[in-house]
């Protein structure tokens, strides 16, 4: 059974930086997409940073510059490194996996993890 464990989530100051990680188990995960959304109250869920099993990155332009997407596929995860933390990134953070193979989808979502960006 495949699942997703998030860890790093908490409250910060505005200005300051949080690491998240999102470990998979279940699975190998070395050809799948992985990437980083977002959902603030009231919103819908958004992208936030994606790197593809080519390892090339893309980001939301509203994170350009402050946060940074890292793998290992040796340890099945995928790292969110944040810095210049804002309080309109106060939302949760959700991590994704995706693998297509044909018309088959494998497509997981890790249980979310709270960030607060407050003084």
């Known amino acids: 059974q495949v699942q997703l464990v998030e860890s790093g989530g908490g409250l910060v100051q505005p200005g300051g930086s949080l690491r998240l990680s999102c470990a998979g188990t279940g699975s190998i995960f070395t050809f799948y997409d992985m990437g980083w959304y977002r959902q603030a109250p009231g919103k819908q869920r958004e992208l936030v940073a994606a790197?593809?099993?080519?390892?090339?990155?893309n980001y939301a332009d509203s994170v350009k510059g402050r946060f940074t997407i890292s793998r290992d596929n040796a340890k099945n995860t995928v790292y969110l490194q944040m810095n210049s933390l804002k309080p309109e990134d106060t939302a949760v953070y959700y991590c994704?996996?995706?693998?297509?193979?044909?018309?088959?989808?494998?497509?997981?979502w890790g249980q979310g993890t709270q960030v607060t960006v407050s003084s």
């Open positions: 994704n996996f995706v693998f297509t193979q044909g018309v088959r989808v494998y497509n997981y």
């Open positions: 790197i593809p099993n080519d390892g090339i990155t």
